[in-house]
Nanobody, 120 residues
């Protein structure tokens, strides 16, 4: 399975973006999927994850602002990002693994990433 992200860009603080991650194969076979981000000089961070059953995980820094969803029929993962802040600026990559916990350690699948830049 290959993952390709889209939807990044430059936005002003307070605005919204929706990221998409299209899979070349069936994401139904992937137990959990999620979105990581890496900002310059910072460690990679799992910001949101979703299990095959629909259970979700969010980092404290994005709770209440970001929403993760998956459309297994379309083989696509989404990340709706609202009320964006300059500190959300990072390269966002989608990932997949057996479970959210497993994915936090070492995802089995990675996308190339899409840049999100939030100006103040």
């Amino acid at each position: 399975v290959q993952l390709v992200e889209s939807g990044g860009g430059l936005v002003q603080a307070g605005n919204s973006l929706r990221l998409s991650c299209a899979a070349s194969g069936s994401i139904f076979s992937i137990g959990a999927m999620g979105w990581y981000r890496r900002a310059p000089g910072k460690e990679r961070e799992l910001v949101a994850g979703i299990s095959s059953g629909g259970s979700t995980y969010y980092a404290d820094s994005v709770k209440g602002r970001f929403t993760i969803s998956r459309d297994n029929a379309k083989n696509t993962l989404y990340l709706q990002m609202n009320s964006l802040k300059p500190e959300d600026t990072a390269m966002y990559s989608c990932a997949g693994g057996d479970t959210i916990a497993a994915m936090r350690g070492a995802p089995d699948y990675w996308g190339q990433g899409t840049q999100v830049t939030v100006s103040s």
